[in-house]
T-cell receptor
């Protein structure tokens, strides 16, 4: 099973709303990722969690708040977003790097299509 | 600095024709190399990967890719394209240490009947 499940599939929110995106995997992966993708562009890395600890934050605005409550779950809390934050938000997971023997294949979910009005 | 270049933003091929999508990378050592495909509104699906060994790798859906170290390339090929192959294709480089991925800008494939 190489499935990463993201919910909801679509989300429409106003600029004053608070919402959360959820990502789940049961592959035993201990690295999980949030990406933002605009139309016709490659995914842009936002956050990386390794062993449930935030290891990379790519200078993402504080209106995006990630959370990794356990090894299978990754959340992205959204608050006071701007219309330019409308995008496809992708979650991915992989094994944690173990040095040169690591083969870090990232498995992606189908994404959450977010529209900020 | 690491980078991935996909020179072709958009390619149009006829159904049944052969396909080659180009990917060049810049990396300090031999990286891990990947091709992903993304259908409209969907996530990324792994087509194939190269870690080491045989430089011609086979993937799903009839795709293959060849790693050429001398050219820093990892081009994706398919001998006969199907209409369902129309999608966005991303080449990616994975660091041999650490979890970082570097994506190319993508190539959009249109298949005409």
């Amino acid at each position: 099973d190489t499935e990463v499940t993201q919910t909801p599939k679509h989300l429409v929110m106003g600029m004053t709303n608070k919402k959360s995106l959820k990502c789940e995997q049961h592959m035993g992966h201990r690295a999980m990722y949030w990406y933002k993708q605009k139309a016709k562009k490659p995914p842009e890395l936002m956050f990386v969690y390794s062993y449930e600890k935030l290891s990379i934050n790519e200078s993402v605005p504080s209106r995006f708040s990630p959370e990794c409550p356990n090894s299978s779950l990754l959340n992205l809390h959204l608050h006071a977003l701007q219309p330019e934050d409308s995008a496809l938000y992708l979650c991915a997971s992989s094994q944690v790097d173990m040095g040169i023997r690591a083969k870090n294949i990232q498995y992606f979910g189908a994404g959450t299509r977010l529209s900020v009005l | 600095a690491q980078s991935v270049t996909q020179p072709d933003i958009h390619i149009t091929v006829s159904e049944g024709a052969s396909l080659e999508l180009r990917c060049n990378y810049s990396y300090g050592a031999t990286p891990y190399l990947f091709w992903y495909v993304q259908s409209p509104g969907q996530g990324l699906q792994l087509l194939l990967k190269y870690f080491s060994g045989d430089t011609l790798v086979q993937g799903i859906k009839g795709f293959e890719a060849e790693f050429k170290r001398s050219q820093s390339s990892f081009n994706l090929r398919k001998p006969s394209v199907h209409w369902s192959d129309a999608a966005e294709y991303f080449c990616a480089v994975g660091a041999r240490t650490g979890n970082q991925f570097y994506f190319g800008t993508g190539t959009s494939l249109t298949v005409i009947p």
